[in-house]
């Protein structure tokens, strides 16, 4: 599987994507990241295995301790990725909004809507 592959699949996983935001606030341990998801430990290590492995999350020993820490290359790589949608995007937005616009404009001036419905 390729790189950018192994990111999307760890990022798919909501509580992978709420580990991630907690360690952009800065470095975790496995117990520190589990209390707030009400998680048991080895449930939060194959979460965090999964982050490892595309690249998102690394661990690092600080005397007994392995903190976790956001890498956040990976998320930039995603981040251009989607960035050459961009202007596709956008030019459809755009045209969605010029068909809003449009359609607001023929409606009646008092809310209501003319050709069937429920009216007594």
Do not use: Y
């Not at 996983?13 to 589990?34: H, K, M, Q, S, Y």
């Amino acid at each position: 599987m390729d790189q950018l592959s192994l990111t999307f699949a760890a990022l798919a996983d909501p509580t992978r994507r709420a580990i991630l935001v907690r360690l952009a606030d800065g470095e975790a341990t496995v117990n520190e990241l589990a209390r707030p998801f009400h998680l048991r430990l080895p449930t939060v290590s194959k979460h965090l295995k999964v982050l490892e492995r595309a690249g998102l999350v690394s661990k690092t020993k600080k005397a007994q301790w392995r903190p976790c820490r956001l890498e956040a290359s990976r998320l930039r790589e995603v981040a251009e990725w989607a960035e050459r949608f961009r202007a596709s995007w956008e030019e459809r937005f755009a045209q969605m909004d010029q068909l809003f616009a449009e359609l607001h404009a023929k409606e009646p001036e008092d809310g209501s809507e003319s050709g069937g419905g429920n009216q007594p």
